[in-house]
């Protein structure tokens, strides 16, 4: 198993780069890069737009030829470019980058001048408490309901709640957060719970157990609305994932030799219906840890790292949407070896040498 994680870890390096490589090729096509967005701003124009109009809508003028004809000095843009690194052609760029990162040296965002690591660690703590306590929620009960669904199937309590499931999967998440703030943050029914933040002002001078209640406040809310639509789609995998191992040969032979019903779900059924919900954790804790929060980060003004990502795109902030990526693919590739050595853990019987061998 040592030498199968060794090949792994070393897999992570060129799987690390051709992902960056084709990311950076794509952000560096996309129109509206730096330089038009820092123009955009110097000149109050909006730096989405890759056209302009004038009063009567009849003349249109491209970025490209209104730069000159908006007399904008050559050598204030040649500034521009130097001070973002525009001035050395795109492979040197791509291989410092490639250089800085591998000391997690991300560099300083383009439009808020600070490291993008300390802007990173800024935002974490948010991404953190949402995807860790919804993580947790689902889990805790995604896979009981979807045991005691496989172990009554068919039955009133089945068919009453997979009716439920289905609708937590069909609404979105935000549209759940938007019912709870009307329901019970001062919408137009109760106000039990604030509308922002993750903390309270006075958060510093609470004592150790006022921190701690402040804390769950305030993450009440939005961690009800990711779990709602999130925990559907693992119950029902659960359920159908126990309700095909519990109809195999082997369980029924154990029931003939009179191994107990607990003895059979747990001892049998159990480790290898959660093999395939295993395989999908590493997926779902980097959806819910950074992009699948975002517009919760938005509706109850949190900033988690989804927020920050995002607004980086919308301003072409080169250093925070590589570094923001770089780290979301190392962990996504970190989980997936996790996941694969999870697999070994719960069940001996797999071997992924032998299978590659």
């Not at 004038?54 to 491209?62: K, P, R």
């Not at 159908?240 to 607990?262: M, P, W």
């Amino acid at each position: 198993m040592a030498s199968y994680t060794l090949r792994r870890l070393l897999l992570m390096i060129p799987t690390l780069l051709g992902i960056m490589l084709l990311n950076f090729i794509i952000v560096q096509a996309a129109p509206g890069g730096p330089i038009d967005q820092m123009l955009a701003r110097f000149e109050g124009l909006d730096s989405m737009a890759s056209t302009r109009l004038d009063m009567g809508g009849a003349e249109v003028v491209t970025r490209d030829e209104s730069r000159g004809a908006r007399g904008i000095d050559p050598r204030f843009i040649e500034q521009l470019e130097a001070q973002f690194g525009f001035d050395q052609p795109a492979h040197v760029r791509f291989v410092g980058m490639l250089r800085d990162y591998a000391t997690f040296d991300f560099g300083n965002s383009f439009f808020r001048d600070r490291p993008v690591v300390e802007l990173m660690i800024e935002r974490l703590p948010v991404s953190v408490s949402l995807g860790l306590w919804t993580t947790l929620l689902v889990y805790l009960i995604s896979i009981p309901l979807g045991i005691r669904k496989a172990l009554r199937h068919g039955s009133r309590f089945d068919v009453w709640s997979s009716g439920l499931v289905i609708v937590g999967y069909a609404i979105p998440g935000f549209l759940f957060a938007i019912l709870l703030i009307v329901l019970f943050a001062g919408g137009s029914y109760w106000d039990l719970f604030p509308l922002r933040g993750l903390t309270s002002p006075d958060f510093d001078e609470l004592s150790a157990w006022g921190k701690v209640k402040d804390y769950f406040w305030h993450i009440t809310l939005p961690v009800v609305a990711m779990t709602i639509g999130s925990f559907a789609t693992l119950t029902m995998l659960t359920k159908n994932s126990f309700l095909d191992e519990i109809h195999k040969q082997y369980v029924l032979t154990a029931r003939a030799k009179g191994a107990s019903d607990r003895r059979v779900l747990y001892g049998h059924v159990f480790r290898n219906a959660m093999l395939i919900i295993i395989a999908g954790l590493p997926g779902a804790l980097v959806t819910i840890f950074f992009t699948g929060s975002l517009l919760i980060e938005v509706i109850f003004s949190l900033e988690g790292l989804g927020l920050l990502g995002f607004e980086a795109v919308m301003q072409r902030d080169y250093p925070v949407i590589f570094g923001t990526l770089y780290l979301y693919t190392l962990i996504g590739l970190i989980l997936k070896l996790i996941s694969d050595l999870t697999y070994v853990w719960v069940d001996p019987r797999i071997d992924f040498e032998t299978r590659e061998s």
